[in-house]
């Protein structure tokens, strides 16, 4: 396989970035987009792009033209083209970004429309990172209201936090501030760390207007964006808003393989073999009454069950609004299940309305609440633990909160390509996994969280019809097939999910599945997986040793996890022995210290892929490891320590 098929799971490689520097300002242009804006090595703002978002929320990339650049000691000044849409039907964009060492920059576009153009925003979207802003004191000039300071809530906020925005200026530091102000609309700000994006976005145009609207020929759009940056050399650090749990007690979570539908059950009994060795703690099998599903291969699911030896957990979504049918259709899954020598150890039930979004305040059609599907499942499973909570992202648990008091346990799930579906927005998306956590742990009001199914993709969209019909190769926003699930990526993605949920004592993380776009084992699909054709079916991808790694670490007391850079690391201890995850989520090498000398393990890396697809008893085989381990792109180690080899 090609190195890139290897890391990424697609040929396609993402063009080169380069670094812009204008003293002490620097900022990274990537596609258009200047991302990680820095002053004196403090980041200021995660970026500033221009955007076009489709009726359906979609955002097309841009073709770049006339591209130049002019880079001195003292600033840079970049200018090109970019047309978005269909030539002759879409939307040209002349956009000028300009850096100055003294402490200025501006993003300033023209927009014309080559017809009538349908959109939902199009215009400049500044992020703001996590650090340094989050929990912070900002000035706001709001555009009709004058001037005032507010605090950014540390909580993450259901809908917009400022809103009427015609500047807002932030401290990241002690004597740092940093005025950003916009001109040509009317802008406001998202709480991106809703959708586990690691910033929060400032956008026009506001939401509360209608939309679609329609940008017309011969009325040009102008837009700007300027950032003053005024600093009195105190220095200091920018802390870390979230206060992680300190580590005591904490074990990690239980390991749960998703069904994502009942007759996936069939499929996954082809590889039985290799999900037993995965020894999952439970099978998270969503059953949607509302699309039709059925129970006809309850047998295989049985023996599937029986194979894995794992407990069934079942998040079940239901139509309509009517009590009596609810009850009904949960009365009939029951014994269906019961029929089958199936018991339900936990499951959720939730309404079918409950899949999509809607904005705080926002009216939603009828639809079952939590007391009435609760009170559903307590009579047709009065055995089994009863779940709450959202069967959407955080989003939407965030939006919809739950009652805890009528929950055993509440779930909800992320996934990293809602807004940018890039490497390193993927990747930053576990920055904001802590905020996840406090907030939805203060929710949870002390029942346990469930996380997932996560993965790179999407299982579903609650902002549209469905996920992007992609190219399978392509990296793409809310795809429904992502390729980077097959590579290594995946593999160091979920290793560094897991280190940022370690600390927060999780009852349950599921993630992956047994085949398809989200498999762990690989099989032939109704799609090219280029390099993975190759293979026979029953191979298995790089998430597969990872999922194994962390379906055994279950109950295994926490020592340490964290993120330092660009390595993810959790050591715990169960049985009286310890182990290590470590990954590397970029495509840099990395170096692994490894802190005693008695230390064994396996490295899944470009190098052992093919050993660990293709043979997995071979690759299972511990390794004695010497004290400094390097760790290739999206390289995975597990070490263990004390073992003889």
């Known amino acids: 396989m090609k190195p890139s098929i290897l890391r990424t799971g697609t040929a396609i490689e993402e063009p080169p970035k380069r670094l812009l520097t204008a003293g002490p300002l620097e900022a990274t242009l ?61 939307v040209l964009a002349r956009i000028r970004l300009e850096g100055r060492a003294s402490g200025h920059l501006e993003a300033s576009a023209e927009i014309h429309a080559d017809a009538p153009f349908s959109t939902n925003r199009t215009g400049f979207v500044i992020l703001h990172p996590l650090l340094g ?23 993450i906020s259901p809908g917009q936090p400022v809103m009427d925005m015609r500047a807002i200026a932030h401290s990241p530091r002690a004597g740092l501030r ?18 586990s994006d690691a910033s929060f976005k400032t956008y026009s ?31 200091g650090t920018v802390e870390d808003p979230v206060a992680v749990p300190a580590l005591g007690a904490q074990v990690l979570p239980d390991y749960a393989l998703p069904l994502d539908r009942l007759d996936d059950a069939t499929e996954a009994l082809r590889f039985a073999d290799a999900l037993a060795e995965l020894r999952p703690a439970r099978i998270l099998l969503r059953h949607d009454f509302a699309r039709g599903d059925t129970t006809a291969a309850a047998g295989d699911l049985a023996e599937l069950l029986r194979r894995t030896g794992a407990s069934l957990e079942v998040q079940a979504i239901l139509n309509g609004n009517d009590a009596a049918t609810a009850e009904a259709e949960l009365a009939q899954f029951s014994a269906d299940l019961k029929a089958a020598g199936i018991a339900v150890s936990e499951i959720a039930a939730f309404a079918k309305i409950d899949e999509q979004s809607f904005q705080p305040g926002e009216a939603r059609p009828p639809h079952l609440g939590e007391t009435e599907l609760s009170a559903a ?6 055995e089994s633990r009863r779940g709450g909570g959202s069967p959407a992202f955080f989003t939407e648990f965030n939006r919809k909160r739950p009652t805890p008091a009528l929950a055993d346990y509440l779930t909800f799930a992320t996934t990293p390509v809602l807004h940018a579906a890039d490497d390193a927005s993927v990747a930053e998306t576990l920055q904001s996994l802590p905020h996840i956590l406090h907030s939805a742990t203060a929710l949870a009001d002390g029942r346990p969280l469930a996380v997932g199914p996560v993965g790179i993709g999407a299982r579903l969209n609650p902002y549209g019809p469905g996920p992007s019909d992609n190219q399978p190769e392509e990296r793409t926003g809310m795809a429904a097939r992502d390729p980077r699930q097959r590579g290594l990526f995946a593999a160091a993605w979920h290793v560094g999910y897991l280190a940022r949920l370690a600390p927060w004592g999780l009852e349950r993380f599921a993630f992956g599945a047994a085949t398809g776009p989200f498999g762990l084992v690989a099989s032939r699909q109704p799609y090219a997986r280029e390099g993975w054709d190759a293979l026979p079916d029953g191979s298995v991808y790089p998430l597969f040793h990872v999922a194994r790694w962390i379906s055994a670490a279950a109950g295994g007391r926490v020592l340490s996890a964290s993120t330092q850079g660009n390595l993810a690391q959790v050591v715990w201890e169960k049985a009286g022995r310890k182990r290590a995850l470590f990954a590397n989520l970029s495509d840099a090498p990395l170096s692994v210290e ?12 470009e190098d052992s892929l093919k050993t660990a697809a293709l043979d997995r008893e071979a690759f299972s085989a511990l390794q004695p490891l010497e004290s400094t381990i390097r760790l290739g792109a999206y390289g995975v180690l597990h070490v263990e320590y004390g073992i003889a080899t």
């Open 30 to 90: 990537d596609a258009g987009a200047l991302r990680w804006v820095r002053w004196d090595n403090v980041e200021i703002l995660r970026g500033i792009s221009f955007l076009v978002r489709t009726p359906g929320w979609g955002t097309p990339s841009p073709v770049i033209t006339d591209l130049e650049i002019d880079e001195q000691a003292t600033g840079f000044d970049v200018r090109y083209n970019a047309y978005f849409g269909e030539a002759g039907k879409g």
């Open 133 to 155: 802003f989050a929990g912070t004191e900002v000035e706001v000039e709001h555009a009709a209201s004058g001037a005032r300071k507010l605090v950014i809530p540390l909580p």
């Open 178 to 195: 940093v005025s950003t102000q916009f001109e040509g609309d009317v802008f406001e700000m998202e709480d991106h760390r809703n959708w």
């Open 205 to 235: 145009r506001p939401i509360g207007l209608p939309y679609p609207y329609w940008l017309e020929p011969g009325a040009p759009v102008r837009q700007s964006v300027t950032i003053t940056i005024t600093d009195t050399g105190l220095g």
């Open 377 to 382: 499942l307590a009579a047709a499973f009065p």
């Open 594 to 605: 490894l802190d005693q000398g008695d230390a064994s393990g396996r490295l899944l890396d």
